[in-house]
């Protein structure tokens, strides 16, 4: 499913809870089949100029083993992320809360632009490439006016909350 392979692994569980190791392969495939939107929201911190986070919810996809998502030349994020490519995402799943640390640097491979158009049309926006860049008729309004760039966050990290029976709490490092 993914190049993404974990390099080092922690329970992050305290002897008292008694939590079990988590396997990054299931929690991957839950990541995998997560789509963000209305009601199930993900998160984007990126660092602003003066140093302070700035959040705000995106829509994305996982394609091999990294987080894609699209936003406008001008709006903040993009600033920040041109300025800084350190990012946090926070997404809660159907049975995991999970969080990822990494870097996004903007995507212009027109193969790789075409991939991610095509997995948002699989999941119902109408995004369809044109070279560097997406079109659609319309987007969510945290990514500002079209066409839209693809970033690509590099997961460098990722901790993950299981919520439900068996419980348990893993960090994992890419890199």
């Not at 190791?21 to 963000?36: G, K, M």
């Not at 998502?69 to 999970?98: H, M, Q, W």
Request: hydrophobic share 40%.
């Amino acid at each position: 499913m993914s190049e993404l392979k974990p390099l080092r692994v922690k329970n992050l569980s305290l002897p008292v809870y008694g939590l079990d190791t988590l396997d990054w392969e299931e929690v991957e495939h839950a990541v995998a089949s997560a789509v963000a939107g209305p009601e199930r929201s993900w998160f984007l911190t990126t660092v602003n100029p003066d140093g302070s986070p700035h959040t705000t919810g995106f829509g994305h996809v996982w394609l091999d083993g990294g987080l894609y998502f699209t936003t406008g030349p001008g709006i903040r994020k993009t600033r920040n992320l041109e300025a800084d490519p350190r990012c946090s995402v926070a997404a809660p799943i159907p049975g995991y809360d999970v969080t990822f640390d990494g870097e996004a640097h903007r995507v212009t491979d027109p193969a790789v632009v075409a991939r991610v158009a095509e997995q948002y049309a699989g999941i119902g926006w109408p995004a369809v490439a044109d070279g560097d860049v997406i079109t659609a008729p319309f987007s969510a309004p945290s990514a500002g006016p079209g066409p839209w760039q693809v970033f690509r966050i590099e997961v460098l990290a990722a901790v993950t909350l299981k919520t439900v029976e068996p419980h348990g709490a893993t960090k994992w490092w890419f890199r």
